[in-house]
């Protein structure tokens, strides 16, 4: 327990010395970190409580949801109706009472207009297993189509999905530091941007439609004009991230081929054959129309999906797509279609998001917060060091310099981790530099303990970390146990004070054990005491 050699002990002070200057930034203006240049200078980022910021809560007008399926129905539906052999004649489509009807000419096609129906309307179950739509026929000829509750569930939940990620990505755009956007409950969002001190800035950014345009790809641009940003006449160069080529950055003709405006839906799908992730999109009647001219004339070339100017994906059209789907497969895996599909989906809000509650909160009230805080760890941390000195003299002082040390690397890790520190947060600071020197605690008492059994000062502390290891360690796992219930379970102020808590258990347990056994053994090795006063 008490050898340590030297590249041991070199290799322990390396790295708390390294995460310790990882901390420095912390504590230091963002206008002085930020002219470090390439030196490397993670800091922890204020909650909204410290920092101040924006919060808005925003509710979905489920209502207008409905209305708009009705209506996406009504087009699927007469477009339907009219491809195909033979050609279904129906009167005019009727969208009243939260239902939709229309009239046959012929009542013979009443089973042909039936199949038809059900191909739009998923065979009649959703991806929940139950029906999206009743379908009925009434006096002979007339068809109602009726949205389900369990259709319209689904629905809200995917809108509420997709308009969640819409939201971070807008707000992402602003530069901010760890905003954060969460769904709560099934119809409302929650969004916090510290140090944001205009509201409204936040609702007009919210209010805006993003703009998803198809363009086809140039393949006659240069490859090396293209990586300096330059294009053939009649192209674009746009930024492309996910370009599995490499270049971040590809050349597309301007003309659009289709806009967001023309995409129904676009969800994450299997591939019948090879049973591989895929996206399957769906476009209106008009854009179907357009898609099947374009991929007809363009067989064999590529199609770039761009979302606000960056291109998101640029598939090869392998035939004409026609029908107004097509399905996007490429290496995807559930997790990377279907964030290419909410991506797709991210076009335009799928649901009216009003803001039911809005509140700013001030840098000031954020600087009284970080004030009572650093004074509450500050007396926190005098009365341990006060304490541990008088009681365990020079393996008191141990240990008040691993809590010190402790506290420099927990702000290291959470700098790495790009964690925001929260009020909770801070409480759970004090919580961690209280509880920190409980480890010491045990293993002195226990060294006093052999002491007084006559054992020699190498036997004494050996068998005092030793035995009092099995506790600690058994101590902090359930501890940590119940850190990592508040950091599932829990959500806003609950989940700052878990992340504080998990972290302040591993790296107290590895300073107060560790390190100071290393002090410990380093002081044995050189003075080798006859008696020790604990």
Sequence with gaps: MLDFPRWKVASIVALL???????????????????WGAIPHP???KGLDLAGGSYLLLEADTGDLANTRLETMRDQVAAEMRRGNPRIDIGDISVRGGQLSFMLRDPSQVDAARERLLAITG?????????????????TS?????????????????AMKTATEVVRRRIDALGTKEPTILQQGSNRIVVQVPGLQDPQQLKDLIGKTAKLEFKLVDTTANPVEVAKGNAPAGSQVLPYPGNPLGAPVIAVKRPVIISGDQLIDAQQTFDQQTNAPQVAITFDA?????????????????????????????????????????????????????QLAISL????????????????????????SIRAGILASAIAAVAVIVF????????GIYANIAVVINVLVILAVMAMLNATLTLPGIAGFILTIGTAVDANVLINERIREERRRGRSVIQSVELGYKEASRT???????????GVIMLVLGSGPVKGFAVVLLIGIVTSVFTAVTFTRMLVALWLRREKPKTINI
């Design 142 to 158: 007339r068809f109602v189509l009726k949205p389900t509750q369990a259709g319209l569930t689904q629905a809200v939940d995917t």
């Design 123 to 139: 065979g009649g179950a959703g991806m929940t297993g139950q029906r999206e739509w009743d379908i009925n026929v009434v006096d």
């Design 388 to 395: 541990m000195t008088v009681t365990y003299g020079r393996f």
């Design 472 to 482: 600690i360690f058994e101590a902090n796992v359930t501890h940590a146990i119940s």
């Design 43 to 45: 800091r922890v980022n």
């Design 345 to 368: 989906r991210s076009g335009k809000l799928p649901i009216d998001l009003k803001v039911v509650e809005e509140r700013t909160v001030g840098p000031d009230l954020g600087a009284d």
């Design 17 to 35: 010395a390294a995460l310790c200057l990882l901390a420095v930034p912390s504590f230091l203006p963002e206008s002085v970190t930020n002219s």
């Design 286 to 338: 008009q854009g179907g129309r357009k898609f099947a001219r374009i991929t007809q004339e363009n067989t064999g070339k590529p199609f770039a999906i761009i979302l606000d100017g960056q291109v998101l994906s640029a598939p090869n059209i392998n035939e004409p797509i026609l029908g107004g789907r097509a399905s996007i497969s490429g290496n995807f895996t559930v997790d990377s279609a279907n």
